[in-house]
Every structure is written in C-alpha cells, then in structure tokens.
C-alpha cells in the first residue's frame, strides 16, 4: 500500500516507480493501440456512400408507401392529426406567420436569433404585444436581445408578465 505525504509531484513518482507486472502494460498498450486505431479510422476512414440505387421504385410522394417509408427512415412515427403548408420564400411565409399570430387564442411560441428593426420586424412586434395585452401567452424566444428592441414591446414585457422574453444569460 502506497501511503503519500507532502507534495503530490512526488506522490505521482513513487506511483510511476512501482512495479507492474508486465502482462498489464503489454494489456494496456494493446488497448491503447486499438482505441487510437478505432478514433482514427472513424476521423481519416473512408466515408458511406449514401445512393439510392434504384430510385425508380420509389413510392411515389403521396402515397402510403412513401409515409411509411419515411417512418423507417427518419425512425419517427408519422402523425396525422395535423397538417402542415410549405413556403418557399418570406414572401408567402411572414405573411402566413403574421396571420397566425393574429389569430391566436391561447399562446404563441415564436423563435427567433435575434430581433432587428425593420419593417417586417415592427411587424412581429406589433402582432406579439396585441396578443399579449389580448391575455394570450406570448412566449418570444430570443438569445441575443439588443437595444433594438423597442420601448412598448418592453412594457408589455413589465405590465403584462404574459409575454416572455429568454435573453442570453451572458
């Protein structure tokens, strides 16, 4: 039993001068080995090659077979209580966004990076703070809250307490 006293720089020698029998470090120098070999291999290694090899017997889009095809896939069951629109540009979606806002009646969650003053942003303001003096939860998640950041989206932020703002805690 190896008891140390003092400084700990000559604990960690008298550790490194005990003997080990030498089955141990022929051991842990092979599992040393195969673990470099391992993380290596997975970093330098040739990468999968991802094709699909005969995509002509796809399911088409719509169909059962292409939903259950996604669920293997994505390893997700598919639900289908609700439905979804895509946009393919701001154009169609602050639109659609702002609309939905609007018509909120029991919350509204909406992410955002950062806010910045403009036009579409006022606009998003706007929609926000009437929910939230509606008595509708509105819950705006921005990291980065700045200056920009107007005076009466800040008092409802105070008065209300229904409308949430998560800044960055840095």
Same mark, same amino acid.
């Given at each position: 039993? /190896?008891?140390?006293?003092?400084?700990?720089?000559? !604990?960690?020698?008298? %550790?490194?001068?005990?003997?080990?029998?030498?089955?141990?470090?022929?051991?842990?120098?092979?599992?040393? +080995?195969?673990?470099?070999?391992?993380? /290596?291999?997975?970093? +330098?290694?040739?990468?999968?090659?991802?094709?699909?090899?005969?995509?002509?017997?796809?399911?088409?889009?719509?169909?059962?077979?292409? /939903?259950?095809?996604?669920?293997? /896939?994505?390893?997700?069951?598919?639900?289908? #209580? *609700?439905?979804?629109?895509? +946009?393919?540009? *701001?154009?169609?979606?602050?639109?659609? &966004?702002?609309?939905? %806002?609007?018509?909120?009646? $029991?919350?509204?969650?909406?992410?955002?990076? %950062?806010?910045?003053?403009?036009?579409?942003?006022?606009?998003?303001?706007?929609?926000?703070? &009437? $929910?939230?003096?509606?008595?509708?939860?509105?819950?705006?998640?921005?990291?980065?809250?700045? &200056?920009?950041?107007? $005076?009466?989206?800040?008092?409802?932020?105070?008065?209300? #307490?229904? %409308?949430? !703002?998560?800044?960055?805690?840095?």
């Amino acid at each position: 039993m /190896l008891v140390c006293g003092g400084t700990n720089l000559l !604990c960690l020698l008298a %550790i490194f001068l005990m003997e080990v029998h030498t089955s141990l470090v022929v051991l842990g120098g092979i599992a040393l +080995f195969l673990m470099t070999a391992t993380v /290596l291999a997975g970093m +330098f290694g040739p990468m999968p090659s991802y094709e699909i090899t005969h995509p002509e017997e796809l399911p088409p889009n719509q169909s059962e077979g292409f /939903l259950c095809l996604l669920e293997s /896939l994505a390893d997700a069951k598919i639900n289908r #209580r *609700g439905t979804f629109e895509v +946009f393919t540009n *701001g154009k169609n979606f602050y639109p659609a &966004e702002l609309e939905a %806002i609007r018509n909120a009646t $029991r919350s509204v969650n909406l992410e955002a990076y %950062i806010y910045q003053k403009s036009k579409i942003g006022g606009m998003y303001l706007e929609a926000m703070t &009437e $929910r939230a003096r509606a008595e509708v939860e509105a819950n705006w998640d921005m990291p980065v809250l700045t &200056e920009k950041l107007e $005076r009466s989206y800040r008092d409802v932020l105070r008065g209300k #307490r229904r %409308i949430t !703002c998560q800044p960055d805690p840095a």
